[in-house]
């Protein structure tokens, strides 16, 4: 669909162990004409976003990459993603790692279309610099791990307590990268027990510790003007949606939760909707929010966008890896109720609604009563 979604650059992992952006059939948000044309980009931005530390703990490993691979990866010259290879009978994991590529100069200065089988069928092609990965020993005992990262430079740097898990660190010294090859080589990895895997999130993810409150947070929103802790104040129940101009299932979503925003019963019930521009947090960040308010435009959307701070970010925001992703918050700030995960229709938001309301209410009923015993006596 060659419309303002071309504009997203599509980074939802749906690989394996991975949920969270919807692939529920919705109805294709609509979009001007003036949309209706091709998007190009360099190849650098289909690239997984670098990071201070990377942490997997259902992996049970984390890692920081070197300022000399971290410079190649600024330049364009390398290409890193998230792979994971699962058994083909029982279709359990084999294997799961970070990958990083050499980009050549041509296909550096080339322009890509938003094609996510054209940038599949590059990664698979494309010269690798090397894994950060574990690796399923059953697995390394049929296959060679040289087969599996086709790297002539094969580490084992350690292993699971049971031996079920192998780590290893996989590269190629490629002369036109020769100092980040090198570095990458070198990677320190720590090493620790893995966290028992929950459905619903990527293997990938961080452990989450979620937070109860939304923190005291300064802010804005997309149009620069300041955000508080007092946007709740005037609501009983405000729907907060975590989504990324990245993924396509967060349009679709962004559609659906207009749709609640103005429906006349929800207006009578003292709920609002935000959204949270996750990616704005990011590198590129005003070029995010300047597609952001195409999008707002576009989809005519009338519900608040804002632009995490770091308040937000190493709070509530902290672990979310899978998109959009929705939460509720009270009039004080405090977040209620269970999180989702993956785009919805109107329908099953207003359900969701209704049911985080007759919670909230629930817990604010016990405790009145709560506090009109405590003063009888």
């Known amino acids: ?21 919807s692939t529920t059939q919705q109805t294709q948000p609509q979009v ?28 049970g490993m984390r890692f920081q990459l070197g300022e000399e691979v971290n410079k190649a990866l600024e330049e364009g010259k390398l290409f890193m993603y998230l792979d994971a290879g699962y058994e083909q009978n029982t279709q359990e994991l084999a294997y799961a790692r970070q990958a990083v590529l050499y ?16 940038i599949k069928n590059w990664r698979e092609q494309a010269q690798k610099l090397g894994y950060i990965g574990v690796y399923k020993r059953s697995v390394l005992e049929q296959t060679d791990i040289s087969e599996l990262t086709n790297c002539t430079e094969n580490k084992n740097i350690g292993e699971t307590p049971d031996g079920t898990w192998q780590y ?52 804005t929103d997309i149009y620069g003007n300041t955000v508080t802790k ?4 005037n609501y009983d129940l405000t729907l907060v949606s975590v989504f990324t101009t990245q993924s396509t299932p967060c349009l679709h979503e962004m559609v659906e939760l207009e ?13 609002n909707v935000i959204g949270i521009l996750y990616d704005a947090s990011e590198q590129k960040k005003e070029e995010v929010i300047e597609l952001a308010k195409t999008i707002q435009e576009e989809l005519n959307i009338t519900y608040n966008i804002i632009v995490p701070d770091s308040v937000l970010m190493e709070g509530r925001l902290k672990g979310v890896t899978a998109f ?9 700030g405090n977040i209620i109720g269970e999180y989702y995960l993956g785009a919805r229709p109107k329908e099953n938001l207003i359900e969701i609604i209704q049911k985080e309301l007759e919670f909230l209410r629930g817990e604010n009923s016990g405790a009145s009563e709560e506090q009109a015993t405590t003063g009888a006596n």
């Open 259 to 271: 749709k609640v925003f103005t429906d006349e019963i929800v207006k009578t019930q003292s709920v």
């Open 230 to 233: 007092d946007i709740f104040a």
């Open 32 to 59: 001007s004409k003036t949309q209706e044309k091709t998007e190009n980009y360099k190849l650098s931005a289909f690239s997984m976003p670098i990071q201070t530390e990377y942490v997997y703990d259902y992996l």
């Open 168 to 219: 290893y660190i996989s590269s190629n010294n490629i002369a036109e990268v020769h100092i980040a090859a090198e570095r990458f080589s070198r990677t320190l990895v720590t090493i620790y027990d893995m966290v028992p895997f929950t459905q619903g999130v990527s293997i990938f993810a961080e452990q989450r510790k979620i937070e109860q409150n939304m923190g005291n947070f300064q802010t």
């Open 103 to 118: 980009v050549p100069k041509e296909d550096r200065e080339k322009i890509w279309e938003n094609d996510a089988q054209q």
């Open 324 to 332: 959009p992703e929705t939460f509720f918050v009270d009039r004080q």
């Open 1 to 21: 669909m060659k419309q303002l979604l071309n504009k997203i650059i599509i980074f939802c992992i749906l690989i394996g162990g991975v949920i969270g952006c």
